[in-house]
T-cell receptor, first 111, second 117 residues
């Protein structure tokens, strides 16, 4: 089992809803990531937080809003999503220089 | 800029046969290389990594990969596969220390391994 915990595991939301994805790790990792993965495709990087500061934003639409309240938590706030945003959203964390550890993901369906 | 190419999108293989998954990368600077495995309906698991030192790296479940700087490759091999090795395998590269500000992991397109009895 992974040490990166993501909730919820599944989420169905309407295009006018606001929801949040949550991610937690207690490994002391100081880098945390959000990835989006469509079926049969590799993960695509969305955001990177390094020492609780946003260090990379891969030109993600503003309907996705990340938040890092502390070194163990990472949120992804969702608002006014489109059906094409349906995907598996993966959180990951790492020590600097090491490969990220991934959570099991949240499977998001936008209806 | 960095990029990763996995040359085979699918690799069917019989149980107990060897398998090789090919990965080539491009980067203008020194790289760190990784292989991840993704089982159906799960997240990614780190299989092995090359950061520095010995160019041959091994995982605990029998996989190994060799970093070849002259050929810019990091191919993954297993001498004898099991049914349970059926999964998607992703090669990834970072041109800097992953997690440091501004450094990110770039994934290849993935190789689906199907182990047949």
């Amino acid at each position: 089992d992974t040490e990166v915990t993501q909730t919820p595991k599944h989420l169905v939301m309407g295009m006018t809803n606001k929801k949040s994805l949550k991610c937690e790790q207690h490994m002391g990792h100081r880098a945390m990531y959000w990835y989006k993965q469509k079926a049969k495709k590799p993960p695509e990087l969305m955001f990177v937080y390094s020492y609780e500061k946003l260090s990379i934003n891969e030109s993600v639409p503003s309907r996705f809003s990340p938040e890092c309240p502390n070194s163990s938590l990472l949120n992804l706030h969702l608002h006014a999503l489109q059906p094409e945003d349906s995907a598996l959203y993966l959180c990951a964390s790492s020590q600097e220089g090491q490969g990220p550890d991934f959570g099991s993901g949240t499977r998001l369906t936008v209806v | 800029a960095q990029s990763v190419t996995q040359l085979d999108s699918q690799v069917p293989v019989f149980e107990e046969a060897p398998v090789e998954l090919r990965c080539n990368y491009s980067s203008s600077v020194s790289v760190y290389l990784f292989w991840y495995v993704q089982y159906p309906n799960q997240g990614l698991q780190l299989l092995l990594k090359y950061l520095s030192g010995s160019t041959l790296v091994e995982s605990i479940n029998g996989f190994e990969a060799e970093f070849n700087k002259s050929q810019t490759s990091f191919h993954l091999r297993k001498p004898s596969v099991h049914i349970s090795d059926t999964a998607e395998y992703f090669c990834a590269v970072s041109s800097g220390r992953v997690g440091a500000a501004g450094n990110k992991l770039t994934f290849g397109g993935g190789t689906r391994v199907l182990v047949k009895p």
